[in-house]
């Protein structure tokens, strides 16, 4: 089993913390079944893949990623990004990311290199077909709105510490509000992956229950662009209602 990182310098009053969600991901990202795919995909004859995860929260998700690149990949020439529209999940990503490439556990193993961590919105950073592997825990939670858009940095009327808290609880807000079935931020990153995806890019999308995934393979397997998706790994309940999955989306 590969060692799940250390987020253990996160503070969480401003980050989301990793939680069954996460370790869905890490549990699918090193299943035997993703391993080969992913390995067939990213075949060491082919350039070096760009691997970017959107919304990184801690950054545990990006952390395995980068530490356990020659066991995902089967190489360890892959180089990781990530995105977060929260500044300090940014920082707290490049530790993370840090710690779990220089860690115990590491020896003779060679991690891959980690670029950093861009303060923006989803994808919109990167160029257009740029990105082989995507990874997406979104905010999936059904929500009446999403958290009002504004500048993190935006000074806020009140005492200092008012201040901070009301900034510190928007910026827990966007990790998991989704709006409309939960479905409103995911949306908009499915609309942006024929663009951002390279030809042989795949994406790993989180979602919950009240998401409606069936309806989500559908739309994608009957939208244009001959995208396919499927199930590649789920959790059992969650606050004694919520069954989580991950898409894969892919054109064969």
């Avoid at 060692?3 to 989301?16: E, K, L, Q």
């Avoid at 990949?73 to 977060?84: C, E, Q, S, V, W």
């Avoid at 990167?126 to 999936?140: A, T």
């Avoid at 990790?175 to 790993?204: F, H, I, N, W």
């Amino acid at each position: 089993m590969l060692p799940t990182p250390s987020t253990s310098h996160v503070n969480y009053d401003r980050i989301y913390e990793p939680a069954e969600d996460s370790y869905l991901l890490l549990d699918t990202l090193a299943s035997s079944t993703e391993k080969r795919f992913l390995q067939d995909r990213c075949d060491p004859a082919t350039a070096s893949p760009l691997v970017l995860e959107v919304g990184t929260g801690s950054g545990v998700v990006l952390a395995f990623v980068t530490a356990h690149a020659e066991v995902i990949f089967g190489r360890a020439d892959i180089t990781t990004l990530g995105t977060d529209v929260n500044p300090f999940a940014c920082e707290a990503t490049a530790e993370t990311v840090r710690v779990a490439a220089t860690g115990q556990g590491m020896a003779g193993r060679t991690p891959g290199h980690f670029c950093g961590c861009i303060n923006g919105d989803l994808s919109t950073a990167l160029k257009h077909g740029s990105v082989d592997v995507l990874i997406f825990n979104p905010p999936y939670v059904p929500t009446e709105a999403l958290p009002e858009a504004r500048s993190n940095q935006e000074p806020l009327d009140g005492s200092a510490f008012q201040a901070a808290f009301e900034r510190d609880s928007h910026l827990l807000a966007l990790s998991y509000a989704g709006g409309a079935e939960g479905m409103e931020t995911t949306d908009r990153l499915l609309d942006q992956l024929p663009d951002v995806l390279s030809k042989r890019g795949v994406a790993y999308v989180l979602l919950c229950k009240q998401n409606r995934p069936e309806d989500v393979l559908k739309r994608i397997r009957e939208g244009p662009g001959g995208w396919n998706a499927e199930v590649v790994g789920t959790s059992g309940q969650k606050a004694g209602w919520e069954r989580l999955c991950i898409l894969r989306i892919w054109r064969p």
